[in-house]
């Protein structure tokens, strides 16, 4: 799996768009980049994922570069509950799967 | 469905006591995962089994032993516990498909052990 690289820490004002970025410069053609969060101790929660084309679903999109290295999550309207840590990593699809969480980005919503 | 659980929340252990985590899942998914999450850490795989009766070894499996005889559970075993296994336990799990994507984890709540 490839390795990424994410920022430690992000603020975002409250109602602003966050925008989280994660270089994984040493992806490969069949990973997918799939972005999670952990709200405080809590179990991390799948937020999105995608190839190589741009994603939308209700939680979040996810941009990815042309030439797939690297990416950005954004919350259109962050609110204080999006105060979380975001991993980002990247997965081989089909068959065996071990991925590597690294630290993340903690991004804390400010009122 | 209930999803993913994890019993016990909490536990304190003795030095060189043991003790299982229990984990299930209800949703007929073929991977699951046990990872350890030390305090402002990432998450380090511990075990992984791709389905009943298969497991192998991830990142850090040294003091512990996992089993898989069904599709649902997936215990992992502390054998003698030291004060290093003090972390935040999560079990998670995951549908695989040969081909496309859609692999994403499903996380449970996490059993917080503290070896003194």
């Known amino acids: 799996d490839a390795k990424t690289t994410q920022p430690p820490s992000m603020d975002c004002a409250e109602g602003r768009a966050a925008n989280l970025p994660c270089n994984h410069s040493?992806?490969?053609?069949?990973?997918?980049v799939y972005w999670y969060r952990q709200i405080h101790s809590q179990g991390p929660q799948y937020i999105i994922h995608?190839?190589?084309n741009n994603e939308t679903n209700e939680m979040a999109s996810l941009i990815i570069t042309e030439d797939r290295k690297s990416s950005t999550l954004i919350l259109p309207h962050a609110t204080l509950r999006d105060t979380a840590v975001y991993y980002c990593?990247?997965?081989?699809?089909?068959?065996?799967?071990?991925?590597?969480f690294g630290t993340g980005t903690k991004l804390q919503v400010i009122p | 469905n209930a999803g993913v659980t994890q019993t016990p929340k909490f536990r304190i252990l003795k030095i060189g006591q043991s003790m299982t985590l229990q984990c299930a899942q209800d949703?007929?998914?073929?991977?699951m995962y046990w990872y350890r999450q030390d305090p402002g850490m990432g998450l380090k795989l511990i075990y992984y089994?791709?389905?009943?009766?298969?497991?192998d070894k991830g990142e850090v499996p040294n003091g512990y032993n996992v089993s898989r005889s069904t599709t649902e559970d997936f215990p992992l075993r502390l054998e003698l516990a030291a004060p290093s296994q003090t972390s935040v336990y999560f079990c998670?799990?995951?549908?695989?498909?040969?081909?496309?994507?859609?692999?994403?984890?499903?996380f449970g709540p996490g059993t917080r052990l503290t070896v003194l």
């Open positions: 998670a799990s995951s549908y695989s498909l040969v081909q496309g994507d859609g692999n994403e984890q499903f």
């Open positions: 040493t992806i490969s053609g069949n990973e997918y």
């Open positions: 995608g190839l190589k």
């Open positions: 990593i990247a997965e081989d699809s089909g068959g065996y799967q071990k991925v590597t």
């Open positions: 949703m007929n998914h073929n991977y």
């Open positions: 089994s791709v389905g009943a009766g298969i497991t």
